[in-house]
């Protein structure tokens, strides 16, 4: 790889483990720490350097700006991201995001107000966009010759796109049978190459980890700290649209854990600024068949010493986060431990009802995002949040990512794995009329005497 990104700019890679620590140049095509195999963090020498209150106008003045980086939701915030200030950013637009009141979810959860911000608005449809313009444009600087990634079919789409305009060949490792067609068909749209692999999530991840090893290709995993920089950009959104304040409680779905790192790293960077005054609660929702750090959490609660178990079969109808070996929990950890926030599963059940309500907002989501009302419902009846507080709940992808979902539980067929009917408690199916004008008539005056 040629190296072109100069060393000057005050950012480097350090190892995050507490008996090591070592730093190296961000410029070292480098996932893990070389030394311990610890997980990177992009640190910032000059954090304290800036003026807070000039930042926040800047980034505002940018929503009109005329440099096309202006008008991306993660480059507008570019003082906090690893690069020159030139920087040509490989970008499609994404982030600024809608952060919509959800009344009808708000009273699911018995709550007095939600709400949810909608990274499914990213051009891809979910909220790997806002990691992925960072990691393709750190891989064009370093001239890679091959971007490649794991994925459950949201990292797929966003990496083939960014890769796409990038003109970097892209390949991308997914478990056959086990992604949503409309992510595989946009993987397969944008040119990408899909190598479908016999075996789960983490199979492909250990087997894309072992393959990047050698330098030959570009990994742009969440376990990439340059994709954790773009999507923590997420925080310094959403603080500025609450006016720089933070909600009690942040919500969010855990699959491989990058994004409740990179939420956590964001609202982090925004208090050592000055931005904002305290931390939200950063709370982390899982499948109950898919839920390593929920366990995690629930023994490190009772007994602290206790060791990190990857599940070995994780099972989820959530397919985005069928994930049982997640390889950024720690930074997660770290996220949910300093705000003092919750792990937490939900039932397969529950994440379809909640989904339906989210619809019916008439903004919809697939089904790993609705996790995170699912979660609020259950955290509220266990006391962890209070009728008053406020909550803002992130939904991580688009409701057509995954429409035979949408379409089963509507028509009462959704099945577990294990074959297990779930009801279709809010279904809406469609209504076979037959009989012409008159019994059409009839269907349609019902609707209006609701
Ligand atoms: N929600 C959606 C829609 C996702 O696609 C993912 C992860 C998550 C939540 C979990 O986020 O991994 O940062 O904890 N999807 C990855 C993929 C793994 O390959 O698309 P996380």
Redesign the pocket.
Known sequence: MTIEQEDTIGFEQRCIEPNCGLSYSITDPIYVCPTCGGLLDIAWAELSNHDALTLSVLWRERLTGSDPRDRSGVWRFREVLPFESDVAAISLNEGNTPLYDAPRSASYCEIDGLRLKH??ANPTG???DTGMTVAVTQAHILGAKLVA??????????LAAYAARADIPCAIM?PTGQ?SHA?LAQALDYGARVLEIEGN?DSCMRDIRELSRDGSIYLV??INPFRIEG?KTVAFELAEQLGWQVPDHLV???????????FGKGFRELLALGLIKRMPRIS?VQAEGAAPFAKYFDEYSASTGTSFIDEADPQTL?S??K?GA?V?WKK?WRAVHETEGYVLTVSEQEIADAKAIIGREGIG?????A?TVAGIAKMRVNGQIKRDDSVVAVL??NVL?DTDYVNKYHTNSLETESKRRLFGTYANPPVAVAGGHDELRRVLTELTER
């Open positions: 990274q499914g979910s909220f790997k990634c794991a994925s459950t079919g949201n990292t797929a789409a966003s997914v992604i992510k999530f995993n969440s999507q969010l779905p855990g699959g491989n854990l990058g994004n409740s790192s990179a982390v959530a985005a986060i994930i997640p950024s997660a989501c697939e089904p790993a995002s996790t991580t992808g990512k």
